[in-house]
């Protein structure tokens, strides 16, 4: 329905504004000429020096058309306004539910990439100016190829969308930001939050998924772990964009190392530790 309404309605929304105009133009017209001919018509009368009871009634005659020409005209504007305010609430609403659709994961109903590829910029510039440690989490869903190979993709999405759940019940501050990845990878922005902070709840999330028992379609209860990678870094202002990547890389990196290591864990990247791992 919403795509209806944006390739159909702007159509409807021109032809309503050029009845407008049209209507607004023959009214013009029109007053312009009565007015053109109630003046000829009082220079004439005037010539006489007298005003009798017959000018009134033709002054009147001309006048009453008019005062009804412009009460009509008058509704009829009023309605086609209504109207396009009513096209143009729907226009918006459709628009607002394509930015909403574009930038949703439509199975999990967090942010997706695109919306997270936006989302990072902001929250380092952000950063920068108030000179606060940004954190990031790349979080991996053990196993899952495996789990999707036994029990079925659907089994696998509702395991997804119980993750997802759980992730934003943990993350409870109003400006952190967790968004599907990809597949089963999510990644989560803290904002000014240091390397022990984002540890701690990344922890959090970690246990909390361990320690959930998902329900199934068929009525079984499954058990999942996650691994997660973490790199915190102080922006500066400035500084390349092309740290985004070396920053996501970082992270990325140290979420390997957590599956390499036996998964169901969390490692983070030290920048200046002699060994860049933990």
Not at 128 to 156: C, E, M, W
Not at 206 to 225: F, P, W
Request: glycine share 4%.
């Amino acid at each position: 329905m919403g795509g209806e309404i944006i390739t159909k309605n702007p159509c409807k929304k021109d032809k309503i504004a050029a009845q407008v105009r049209n209507i607004n133009a023959l009214f013009i017209l029109v007053i312009l000429t009565l007015i053109s001919v109630m003046v000829v018509f009082t220079v004439v009368t005037l010539n006489e020096f007298s005003v009798s009871y017959s000018y009134i009634k033709k002054i009147l005659f001309l006048l009453i058309p008019m005062l009804a020409m412009f009460i009509l005209h008058a509704l009829v504007i009023k309605n086609l306004i209504n109207r396009l305010n009513v096209y143009n609430s729907q226009l918006l609403e459709a628009a607002k539910e394509r930015e909403y659709l574009i930038r949703t994961d439509q199975l999990t109903n967090l942010p997706n990439r695109r919306s997270f590829d936006e989302r990072l910029p902001m929250e380092w510039e952000r950063s920068a100016r108030t000179k606060t440690p940004l954190s990031i989490l790349i979080i991996d869903v053990d196993h899952f190829k495996k789990f999707n190979d036994t029990y079925g993709h659907l089994q696998g999405d509702i395991v997804l969308r119980a993750i997802g759940k759980t992730f934003l019940d943990d993350l409870k501050r109003p400006a952190d930001f967790i968004a599907r990845w990809g597949g089963e990878e999510f990644a989560a922005i803290l904002t000014d939050t240091d390397m022990d902070g984002a540890i701690h709840i990344a922890e959090v999330m970690r246990q909390h998924i361990e320690n959930t028992s998902i329900q199934l379609s068929d009525g079984t209860e499954a058990k999942i772990t996650i691994s997660i990678g973490i790199n915190t870094h102080i922006p500066v202002p400035g500084e390349s964009h092309g740290l985004f990547e070396d920053f996501i890389r970082h992270a990325d990196n140290a979420l390997y190392k957590a599956k390499n290591e036996g998964r169901n864990r969390v490692c983070y990247y030290a920048e200046n530790a002699n060994s860049n791992w933990f």
